[in-house]
């Protein structure tokens, strides 16, 4: 279908045979995902609706049984259910295996869930669409953080054949840990070593919450990074970290956190709704918006 201005956003169909989908987390009134699915189902006219669904910890197990019970297609899942979600899976694909966490569910036909982790294609649509013609052989590439999100970029910058990844985390032991699991050429060097680590690297990537709104700030001396290397920050609020702003400033091609919240959606969408979605520039400025007016 082709695209069309948001505006006035068009009235959301649902009736009684809807297709029904949402976000499992706790908290979760921080989530942005119900108005971008929402913006989605109004673009393609589908009967649909994709909800909050605030978790606590202890009930994961039983709220994902209840969803084929309750005629639900499926859900993502956000914090801090990730690692929690892929015990709970009937099936789930090998890049969430690998990966160590699902975000996504899908209700199969028979009633079970199909667990997998969107993160990984998430970064790299972010990234192939923020910089046209990016390779993954240009060079090494440096991952901070060892948490969820990092793991997923380190196991796609595996994938695409980056030559090295350097990685650096404040806990060592966690870095060791993801350079175990996943395998690859990943060199796992020490979170003081992080401003010499840049030297000759082709693309810097935040995966941590450093810098994020309300988040200890991210320490890091860029002298040593080439100016030609690609700066990613997977933190969202504020649209421009620091670290952005200091690489951009450098005249470093720089890639929000944004664009990879938007791509990892995409999948799940097409699953429950049978509707592959685009980022086009109106939901990526209405995201814009709901978050700069936080």
């Given amino acids: ?43 393609y006219g589908i009967d649909g609706a994709y909800v909050p669904l605030a978790v606590r910890p202890e009930h994961l197990a039983d709220a994902l049984a209840a969803l084929p019970k309750l ?7 956000t914090f801090p259910h990730k690692e929690m979600a892929l015990t709970l899976m009937h099936r789930s694909t090998s890049a969430a295996r690998r990966i160590g966490a699902v ?37 090494p590439a440096v ?18 054949g980056v030559p090295e990844i350097r ?14 699991e996943l395998g690859g050429p990943i060199r796992v060097l020490p979170w003081t070593e992080r401003a010499s680590a840049l030297a000759g690297a082709a693309l810097l990537v935040n995966g941590t919450t450093l810098g994020m709104q309300h988040q200890p700030a991210l320490e890091l001396e860029l002298g040593a990074l080439p100016g030609a290397a690609v700066v990613c920050d997977i933190v969202y609020t504020p649209l421009i970290t620091p670290l952005l702003a200091e690489a951009g400033e450098r005249g470093n091609p720089v890639v929000g956190g944004l664009g990879m919240l938007l791509h990892q959606a995409r999948p799940g969408f097409a699953a429950w ?14 995201l814009e918006h709901a978050i700069g007016g936080r």
């Fill in 71 to 77: 005629g639900f297609r499926g859900a993502n899942i």
């Fill in 1 to 43: 279908m082709t695209s069309e201005p948001i505006g006035m956003p068009k009235p959301q169909l649902l009736t009684g045979t809807a297709r029904l989908s949402g976000v499992m987390g706790w908290p979760i009134g921080h989530t942005l995902s119900p108005r971008l699915h929402g913006m989605w189902l109004g673009r």
């Fill in 103 to 139: 975000n996504t569910v899908v209700v199969d036909g028979n009633g079970l869930l199909i667990g997998s982790n969107t993160d990984a294609f998430g970064f790299l649509e972010s990234l192939r669409e923020s910089i046209p013609g990016w390779r993954a052989d240009r060079g």
């Fill in 167 to 180: 990685l650096l985390n404040r806990t060592l032991q966690r870095s060791h840990g993801l350079a175990t």
């Fill in 143 to 160: 991952v901070l953080g060892a948490g969820g999100a990092a793991r997923a970029i380190v196991f796609a910058l595996v994938g695409e």
């Fill in 273 to 286: 709704f049978g509707q592959m979605p685009e980022v086009t520039p109106d939901i990526r400025e209405a």
